[in-house]
């Protein structure tokens, strides 16, 4: 089954504690996003991914990391992790580029994070 | 400044009724607009995607219009059921670029 899954669903951290937000594909999908959705503020882009190594900022970035070593990977990686960091993240994966209409965007469940 | 506002905010309808939400946008260059269905505490799933020269399309009992003149789009939900309850977003993306526009959402409420 096509799909795009996300790693832990749940957590609740502390500030400060590292913590790392797994996101798999298994479309083969070149484009790879992550994005935080806060109440009143609709969905955010964090940051995404073009391809292998090719990464970039959306409209949100600070305080956050990715990496894209393989295709089907997008690790979302919170250093520091502070309470305004507390939201509900959704990765998303799709073919190529949103600017296409070709490209239909398939997101993952999301992960509910709580940083006290 | 490019920006996306749906209206309403929110919306409760009876079982079997139809509903429009709508959706208006400054982006410019327009690439293409597209509606997702997002159940509560799921990933939005995508609807419907329309670009400058399509002015309807559908999916199912949701029909989205589209008038890239004045900048709004329309989603029409027909025979409305309970599973139809859900957010609705908006998202307008802009051509040669990779950002795309989010709405807020409609929130829609079907109650037998």
């Known amino acids: 089954e096509a799909q795009v899954t996300q790693n832990p669903r749940y957590l609740i951290t502390v500030t400060g504690k590292k913590l790392t937000v797994t996101c798999s594909q298994n479309?083969?999908?070149?484009?790879m996003s992550w994005y935080r959705q806060d109440p009143g503020l609709g969905l955010r882009q964090i940051y995404y991914?073009?391809?292998?190594?090719?990464?970039d900022k959306g409209d949100v970035p600070e305080g956050y990391k990715v990496s894209r070593k393989e295709k089907r990977n997008f690790p979302l990686i919170l250093e520091s992790p502070s309470p305004n960091q507390t939201s509900l993240y959704f990765c998303a994966s799709s073919r190529g580029q949103l600017r296409s209409s070709y490209n239909e965007q398939f997101f993952g469940p999301g992960t509910r994070l709580t940083v006290l | 400044k490019n920006q996306v506002e749906q209206s309403p905010q929110s919306l409760i309808i009876l079982e079997g009724k139809n509903c429009t939400l709508q959706?208006?946008?400054?982006?410019?260059?327009?690439?293409?607009l597209r509606w997702y269905k997002q159940d509560t505490g799921r990933g939005p799933v995508s609807l419907t995607i329309m670009t400058f020269s399509e002015n309807t399309k559908s999916n199912g009992r949701y029909t989205a219009t589209l008038d890239a003149d004045t900048k709004q789009s329309s989603l029409h939900i027909t025979a409305s059921q309970l599973s139809d309850s859900a957010s609705y977003i908006c998202v307008v993306s802009e051509t040669g670029a990779n950002n795309l526009f989010f709405g807020t959402g409609t929130r829609l409420t079907v109650i037998p």
């Open positions: 479309m083969n999908h070149e484009y």
């Open positions: 959706c208006n946008y400054t982006v410019s260059p327009f690439s293409n």
């Open positions: 991914s073009m391809n292998v190594e090719v990464t």
